[in-house]
């Protein structure tokens, strides 16, 4: 009897030794949980944008083109990128892109550039219109005064045939208010593009077909326009014979015949031979 209550006595005291193991364990594991879940200092967050779809070169950028997110601010600075990047979307507006950029990337300050300050001659051609460039000389083109921004009408000097007449020069002027994007008289950093006097000039579709038709089949001068001056002036061209008020020689068969006069008899021994005198 006095063995069975030893070993209750025993199991009672191994079952409380093991509650307060058990509950000294938890006990730990709740310290330590509350130390990790103590409130934390907010990580700085920042707005950057970012692509939201692929963008071509040289294309205007879009509010619907592009996302705003919160990223760690310490992320672009360890990229070294805090100063490249836009907050807003509006800080984008009348940007183009200078590369091709995919979609989800950081959107960078240095792949944006204005129209204005694109070199690439494309971001400085009016939409709708075309770059063609022609050949220039320096007594055709204002003795090269011409700059871009200006504004020309372009005269062709024609040789033109008429029927039964020799070949006469006539002028006529072209096109009219017509834009010079660039001029290269030869002398300019820029000869890899030409060694040559050339001016490029900003024209609709249908100018440029005139344009290069004129090109090759005259010879072509510039007259530079007032800058304010944009009003379209009616004109049929003009040719020497205008210029000097003259007009045609007549056609042979244009020529009247001579008037009959009185007729002469003139006699050589037995023969006679009657002439008209012309009046």
Known sequence: MGRSRSTLLLLLVSAALAGLGIWLMNDVIA?????VQVPQAPEDLVSVVFTARDIPMRTEIRTDMLSVRQIP???????GIEADVYSTPDETAALFSKVPMVSDEILRRSKLTTREEATALSFRVPEGKRAVTVSIEEAKAVGYAIVPGDRVDVIGLFEVEEQGQDTIQQTQT?????????????????????????ATLAVTPEQAEVLV???????IHFALRNFRDTAEVQSDGTSISEVLGRTAAPTISEVPAPKQGPTIE?????NKTSVSVPR
Not at 176 to 197: A, C, F, H, K, Y
Not at 266 to 270: C, H, L, P, R, V
Request: proline share 4%; hydrophobic share 35%; glycine share 4%.
């Open 73 to 79: 601010r310490k992320a672009l600075t360890t990229m």
């Open 213 to 219: 038709l004129t090109e090759l089949s005259a010879r």
């Open 31 to 35: 310290k330590r949980t509350r130390q």
């Open 174 to 198: 072209v096109l009219q208010d017509v834009e010079v994007l660039e001029i290269n008289v030869g002398n300019t950093p820029n000869q890899q593009t030409s060694t040559r006097p050339v």
């Open 266 to 270: 003139i006699f050589s021994g037995a």
